[in-house]
């Protein structure tokens, strides 16, 4: 054979050979990462339904309970005069408040004095007052703290329910004494020693002036006298409670009211939305258009989830639960909501209050029918914390729902190509190694070339041209 080996091959026959091995070892990797990319578009598509039900389920647990949602719902009819607040336990009806009088503090105030400096005695003394609900406190007035406005802040520090400032007039300034809490029970006699000796109130005198007797509030409910301490925070009847502003009379009317709930419906009905326009983003289809542009047509859109079945259908099933829900002689349109031709929901407050008011309880069935439907429909889709198999869970574990196990097995796919990817490009540059070995091997040994060939042949799968002479 003249020439050798080295004549049967040039280098770029050589590479061409090589070329060709790597290009088969390369195919079906080419096919496995195309799927994975695939795969891993789904996953992303997968994770975001899964974020949007997540969003969706915290919303049905704001509905989940419509009765403790629709509070009691107290109106004043002269704000001016009081104000009113109901609690949930808080019965409907109506109350008629009259002859109004305010609930006040004792006043009294001590003669004029040139200035707030001015000495009330000489030296150290004390106070003693005493409640016409039977306590009494002593305050003692240190030497230090003679003046009007040393007395009036001993008094204020010792906190016994009796505050003191001073009051500059035209004539000079007074010492005035006021309870601290309103009520008849606040009114108080107040006697000193030492330095502060000349300053005493009793209802049959002393040197400080009543400018302001102690009362309780007064009021007729409904016709029946009512007397309170204090002004605010006062029970009417259970779960309501009345704060008095100022003299005169009103009335209230207590009532529940759909506005909590309507709201919560309202950020239900937006987060069902974006549920179901995410999953038509993921699985929708668009097929070519003609377009106007010079570049031709529009290609096809799909989304990555066209094709599977379960999350395309659980955009109908969301929307159902709306469409076709009913309870107590009243459907879904009933509470105002309706859907539109491309599949969005709305939510009409208006329509709910109006229905609400005619029939809270059927109302709140239809609401709580409509949350326990619906969860059950993302607990199958996304699954439950509980554990235990919902309603509608179709497939998946109750744990991850369908969605969650559509996502867990494309993940166990890739992980399984990635790994099949990696003992294939070991085993091709096992391959390719050796395909070239062989090639040295034959150049220098010109001898073996023709059985050298056929070796090559049979591993390249190629069509090996030689020369002549074979």
């Not at 993921?282 to 290609?299: C, F, L, R």
Request: hydrophobic share 35%.
């Amino acid at each position: 054979m003249s020439g050798g080996v080295s004549s049967l091959f040039s280098s770029s026959e050589i590479k061409a050979v090589v070329g060709q091995l790597q290009n088969q070892i390369a195919a079906p990797i080419k096919v496995e990462q195309a799927q994975i990319k695939s795969d891993t578009t789904q996953i992303s598509a997968l994770g975001a339904i899964r974020g949007a039900l997540s969003s969706l389920n915290g919303t049905l647990s704001g509905i989940a309970d419509p009765a403790s949602i629709n509070p009691m719902q107290a109106t004043v009819g002269t704000s001016t005069v009081a104000s009113a607040k109901a609690g949930a336990s808080a019965a409907a009806g109506s109350y008629d408040l009259t002859g109004i009088k305010l609930a006040k503090p004792q006043e009294v105030y001590s003669k004029t004095y040139a200035s707030a400096s001015a000495k009330v005695g000489s030296g150290s003394g004390s106070l003693k007052f005493t409640f016409a609900g039977g306590a009494t406190a002593s305050i003692s007035i240190p030497s230090s703290a003679d003046t009007l406005s040393g007395v009036a802040a001993a008094i204020n520090k010792a906190g016994k329910g009796v505050s003191a400032s001073v009051v500059n007039t035209a004539s000079g300034a007074q010492l005035v004494l006021k309870s601290t809490s309103s009520g008849s029970k606040q009114g108080f006699t107040v006697s000193g020693t030492g330095a502060e000796s000349g300053l005493s109130y009793s209802a049959s005198g002393g040197t400080l002036t009543l400018a302001q007797a102690a009362r309780n509030a007064t009021f007729n409910l409904n016709g029946v006298p009512v007397s309170e301490a204090t002004n605010n925070g006062i029970t009417l009847t259970r779960g309501l409670s009345l704060s008095l502003k100022s003299s005169g009379s009103t009335s209230i009317s207590v009532a529940s009211s759909p506005k909590s709930l309507s709201s919560a419906l309202s950020t239900f009905t937006n987060s069902l939305n974006k549920a179901v326009s995410e999953i038509a983003r993921q699985t929708e289809y668009k097929p070519a258009s003609a377009s106007a542009s010079a570049s031709g047509s529009k290609k096809a859109k799909t989304g990555p989830l066209l094709g599977n079945v379960q999350v395309q259908q659980l955009k109908q099933t969301l929307l159902s639960a709306i469409s076709s829900a009913y309870s107590s002689g009243i459907a879904a349109a009933s509470l105002g909501f309706s859907i539109s031709s491309g599949g969005s929901v709305k939510f009409s407050s208006s329509t709910f209050a109006a229905a609400y008011q005619k029939n809270p309880t059927a109302v709140n069935k239809l609401v709580a029918s409509i949350e326990t439907n619906l969860k059950g429909v993302v607990s199958g889709a996304i699954g439950t914390s509980s554990g235990a198999s919902s309603a509608g869970s179709a497939s998946g574990t109750a744990a991850s729902g369908f969605v969650g196990a559509a996502k867990t097995d494309l993940q166990g796919t890739n992980k399984s190509l990635n790994a099949q990817i990696k003992s294939q490009e070991t085993l091709g540059n096992e391959q390719i190694t050796n395909l070239e070995n062989q090639f040295t091997n034959a150049i220098n040994a010109t001898s073996g070339s023709g059985s050298t060939l056929s070796y090559l042949s049979l591993l390249t799968g190629a069509s090996t041209k030689s020369g002549s002479g074979g």
